[in-house]
């Protein structure tokens, strides 16, 4: 398949275009700056060098390639600018999503999150609500998650990865990530908010698999939701870092989510619980199958 990849140097981006082209796709890739596209061009993929916020400079370059599907891995997380972050999911994808139905595109795949969901008893399986009646500032996130969802559910094809909380290498839970940094320092207490995980070549290799799935939401996670007393002493065991401090009580929507519904069409994580993935997948930087 002829694929575009918006979010190309991300970190699910550099994650996943080597199974891309490993599959036998023509992918291109889109990034602002030039500093990626060498290494894009080495890879044996087409470097796009574009804003998703240039609404005219989208509609060109899907035009131009003319896709089978688009694969739409956008963040702003890199600079924790969660503002630029709700615009991408409200503007970026709006853009992309006109664009492509514009160019005769029929699937989109995209990023979204696991943990939008409403207070529930348990981990949220997928057709559960996300938390639309939330306060600020979580209500800025699942209205720009909504707006994501919907708008790639325009799309004849459309399949919505709600991944959950990252780790490996490039995340925030890496050894020298913003949150694996506060641990060493044990600085982040822990508490009973239930969290899921996931390595990022397992949810890399979600996205590849997501081209051949029914359209729909699908969470990918691990198959162990976790309260934070559990999972942050293993994560701090493995960076050899304090124990943490324990703090009782959580959010009411820190449950975590289930992946039965992924898992039955035949993704299978690597790690399937964060129990090996902190063990052993922190510094995990290849996938060695799809
Ligand atoms: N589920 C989760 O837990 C989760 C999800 C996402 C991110 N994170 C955390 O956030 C951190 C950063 O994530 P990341 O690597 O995905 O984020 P990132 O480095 O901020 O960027 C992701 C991608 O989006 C592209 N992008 C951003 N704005 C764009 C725009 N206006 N036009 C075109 N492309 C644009 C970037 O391209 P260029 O910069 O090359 O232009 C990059 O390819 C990670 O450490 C991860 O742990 C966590």
């Not at 991944?163 to 506060?182: C, R, S």
């Not at 698999?209 to 942050?232: F, H, K, V």
């Not at 870092?241 to 035949?266: F, H, I, Q, V």
């Amino acid at each position: 398949m002829k694929i575009i990849v918006a979010g190309a140097s991300g970190v699910i981006g550099r994650a996943l275009i080597p199974l891309l082209v490993k599959e036998g796709h023509e992918v291109a890739g889109i990034t602002r700056t030039g500093q990626y596209a060498d290494q894009l061009s080495r890879q044996g993929v087409r470097p796009v060098i574009l804003d998703v916020f240039n609404r005219e400079g989208v509609f060109q370059v899907l035009q131009e390639i003319r896709p089978d599907a688009v694969i739409h891995q956008l963040t702003s997380l890199g600079a924790r600018d969660f503002e630029e972050h709700a615009r991408l999911r409200i503007e970026g994808t709006r853009n992309l999503v006109d664009a492509s139905l514009e160019a005769g595109v029929r699937r989109m795949v995209a990023q979204s999150i696991s943990w939008a969901y409403a207070p529930g008893e348990g981990p949220a399986s997928e057709d559960q609500t996300l938390h639309l009646e939330a306060a600020p500032p979580r209500k800025t996130t699942v209205d720009s998650v909504q707006a994501l969802e919907s708008a790639v559910a325009e799309m004849p094809e459309h399949v919505i990865l709600r991944y959950g909380l990252f780790y490996g290498p490039g995340t925030w839970y890496a050894p020298d990530g913003y949150i694996g940094e506060q641990v060493k320092q044990g600085q982040l207490p822990a508490t009973d908010g239930i969290s899921s995980f996931i390595h990022v070549n397992d949810a890399a290799l979600a996205a590849v698999q997501a081209m051949s799935w029914p359209s729909g939401c699908y969470n990918i996670t691990d198959s162990e939701p976790a309260a934070g007393r559990e999972w942050l002493t293993a994560f701090a065991d493995a960076l050899h870092a304090p124990a943490p401090d324990m703090k009782p009580g959580c959010e009411s929507w820190e449950r975590g989510a289930l992946n039965g519904k992924a898992t039955r069409l035949g993704w299978k994580p690597r790690y399937d619980s964060w129990r090996s993935g902190f063990r052993h997948g922190l510094e995990v930087t290849h996938l060695n199958r799809l």
